[in-house]
């Protein structure tokens, strides 16, 4: 099958990617909420369940993976060549790791003292550069834009000279985990060299993913495990994230793969066959692989998957078949502007902390208010990003 995703944008899609970040951006709120239901709660590594908090996450890699056949068809479309286009991959895979790593190593691990700095000072910084480097910038002479994407660069590697870690200051920034934008990353990475490969056929690409979760049992193994096979166990949780990611690329490949040649009818039983499929595979894969967020199962990758097909499939029929898409439109801010929505708390957190400023009074830290507070706060991060993308800030990787 070739795919030939139509050239414009699907409204369910930047919906689905809009509610994505703006519930990313409520449930990081509420993480630091008391006295809350358990339900709003990322359940523990090992409890063999999850709720819609642990659903966040493998969302957005979904909706990763539902834009690449859109996205480097369009970069097709516009002329790139074979290579051009293999080097926009690496550097937006590259981009994620690096905001990835710096995020991780403002988490914990630092010596401030060493670095001569507080944290929240360095990780503004940071956020800067990473805004001079990833803007989408219109000015007419390119001159400035490469002065402002060098000067974005320098400084982030002169941040990543002053980071100092450990108890003796001697540490430097190191990959302790790749965060959840470098975990991103490596998923869209590995997800673009497989449909290149197999994108003329769907059924190779459902291969794929059951290769990735082959690969995730594999190194699980008490072989691997025995024979201190480190890369194999390493990679277990990258191939589980790239399932997501490439059930996403699979769905909108149903949906919007010559739509013209089957009718809505048929795309919908496709969809609703894989979805099906995708919560027997994790029923199936439950007695032996425990539902785990942390630990990245399968059974926690299918039924995520599975979720979010059943998700997309709502929204398509409402939005673009019964062409009920007002309400989407107070989601757009998020979805045209899903990275900088992603980073505005961070920048919040850095920039009030260094100007000493509470932000978030302590009356409204638990319960209700608490909730209402983290709902109010995604909403106001969703339009401080409209906000910024009309003063020409707009992150694009």
Not at 198 to 214: D, G, P, S
Not at 234 to 240: E, K, P, R, T, V
Not at 382 to 388: P, Q, R, S
């Amino acid at each position: 099958m070739h795919p030939s995703p139509k050239p414009q944008r699907i409204l369910s899609i930047d919906a689905f990617r809009g509610i994505t970040i703006l519930v990313m951006v409520f449930v990081n709120e509420l993480a630091g909420i008391r006295d809350i239901p358990l339900w709003m709660k990322h359940v523990p590594a090992d409890a063999d369940a999850m709720t819609f908090v642990d659903v966040v996450f493998p969302a957005f890699l979904f909706i990763v993976g539902m834009s690449v056949p859109f996205a480097l068809r369009s970069r097709l479309q516009k002329g790139d060549s074979f290579l051009r286009l293999q080097w926009h991959i690496v550097w937006r895979t590259l981009g994620l790791l690096v905001l990835g790593v710096f995020m991780v190593n403002a988490e914990g691990g630092y010596n401030e003292k060493a670095m001569g700095m507080s944290i929240h000072l360095w990780l503004l910084l940071f956020y800067i550069c990473a805004v001079l480097v990833w803007n989408v910038y219109s000015a007419q002479k390119r001159i400035w834009v490469y002065l402002l994407r060098a000067a974005g660069i320098a400084g982030l590697i002169a941040l990543a000279f002053f980071y100092r870690g450990g108890a003796d200051g001697t540490g430097s920034m190191q990959p302790r985990w790749w965060g959840i934008l470098g975990l991103i990353g490596w998923a869209y990475f590995f997800s673009c060299i497989f449909f290149q490969l197999f994108r003329k056929n769907i059924f190779a690409m459902l291969a794929t993913i059951v290769f990735c979760i082959a690969f995730y049992i594999m190194a699980q193994t008490s072989f691997v495990q025995n024979h201190n096979l480190r890369w194999i166990s390493s990679q277990a949780g990258n191939a589980a994230h790239t399932s997501i990611v490439l059930c996403g690329i699979v769905l909108s490949l149903i949906y919007f793969n010559s739509p013209g040649k089957r009718s809505a009818i048929r795309r919908f039983a496709e969809a609703g066959i894989f979805a099906l499929l995708l919560f027997a595979a994790g029923y199936i894969l439950r007695p032996y692989f425990k539902i785990s967020k942390i630990h990245a199962t399968p059974t926690w990758c299918l039924y995520s998957a599975g979720i979010c097909c059943t998700a997309f499939t709502i929204l398509y029929w409402l939005i673009d078949i019964k062409n009920k898409s007002r309400w989407a439109q107070f989601f757009k801010p998020a979805a045209t502007n899903p990275l900088l929505t992603y980073i505005i708390p961070g920048i919040l957190y850095a920039l009030f902390s260094v100007l000493q400023i509470t932000l978030f009074p302590s009356s409204l830290r638990y319960g209700l208010p608490g909730f209402l507070w983290a709902v109010f706060y995604a909403i106001v991060v969703m339009y401080i990003a409209k906000g910024l993308n009309r003063l020409n800030i707009k992150l694009q990787l």
